[in-house]
């Protein structure tokens, strides 16, 4: 059976409406952790003029692949490994990156070392999607978000909801600049990164 995330059913249209808008003139995107591959299948069938490739740890493949399997698009790649923390990436150049709700299951050092090797993936500019929830001013904005922040920590070793400060202080290290910081349901945010020579 294919994996269904209903968190993925609830956000892609929200997500898709913002990506229209910001990819507009992008060919190739990576996306890091495709997890249950609902989003890579509902993107790339609207974005039919850019090539999606997903991508996330062996242990997802076969569920990601589940999803591609039923649909015929030229447009949609199958999934390669990608740990965030490798020295090479299999990935030499894109033209954007999409991620969503990973910066909060990997540590800070691994969110450090995603912008470094994002950036590099850049060769002249490039747009950086980020989706998830964020903390401001180091306060949650919901209650919801307060405790889906204690659940993750309690899973993950260094594991935990960013701040959005950090976040963007982060990113601007590796000439990843926020250029739109979208409000979406439930408490999440879509912040966009740009590089440009």
């Given at each position: 059976?294919?994996?269904?995330?209903?968190?993925c059913?609830?956000?892609?249209?929200?997500?898709?409406?913002?990506?229209?808008?910001?990819?507009?003139?992008?060919?190739?995107?990576l996306?890091?952790?495709?997890?249950?591959?609902?989003?890579?299948?509902?993107?790339a069938?609207?974005?039919?003029?850019?090539?999606?490739?997903?991508?996330?740890?062996?242990?997802?493949?076969?569920?990601?692949?589940?999803?591609?399997?039923e649909?015929?698009?030229?447009?949609?790649?199958?999934?390669?490994?990608?740990?965030?923390?490798?020295?090479?990436w299999?990935?030499?150049?894109?033209?954007?990156?999409?991620?969503?709700?990973?910066?909060?299951?990997?540590?800070?050092?691994?969110?450090?070392?995603?912008?470094?090797?994002?950036?590099?993936?850049?060769?002249?500019?490039?747009?950086?999607?980020?989706?998830?929830?964020?903390?401001?001013?180091?306060?949650?904005?919901?209650?919801?978000?307060?405790?889906?922040?204690?659940?993750?920590?309690?899973?993950?070793?260094?594991?935990?909801?960013?701040?959005?400060?950090?976040?963007?202080?982060?990113?601007?290290?590796?000439?990843?600049?926020?250029?739109?910081?979208?409000?979406?349901?439930?408490?999440?945010?879509?912040?966009?990164?740009?590089?440009?020579?």
């Amino acid at each position: 059976m294919k994996p269904f995330s209903a968190a993925c059913e609830r956000n892609k249209d929200p997500i898709l409406k913002k990506l229209k808008e910001v990819l507009v003139s992008v060919q190739t995107v990576l996306e890091i952790g495709s997890g249950t591959g609902q989003h890579a299948v509902h993107f790339a069938s609207a974005l039919p003029f850019i090539s999606w490739q997903t991508s996330d740890l062996a242990i997802n493949h076969d569920g990601i692949n589940a999803w591609i399997s039923e649909v015929s698009l030229n447009n949609l790649q199958k999934p390669i490994f990608l740990d965030v923390n490798m020295t090479q990436w299999p990935v030499q150049s894109v033209d954007a990156v999409f991620t969503a709700n990973t910066l909060h299951i990997m540590s800070w050092h691994s969110v450090e070392k995603m912008f470094q090797k994002v950036s590099n993936l850049f060769l002249n500019e490039g747009v950086f999607c980020v989706y998830g929830p964020f903390k401001f001013g180091g306060q949650h904005l919901s209650e919801r978000n307060n405790s889906f922040d204690q659940s993750i920590r309690d899973q993950y070793k260094g594991a935990g909801v960013r701040d959005f400060e950090n976040v963007v202080s982060s990113a601007a290290k590796f000439q990843l600049h926020l250029t739109d910081n979208f409000e979406m349901p439930s408490n999440n945010r879509l912040l966009v990164f740009s590089k440009s020579t």
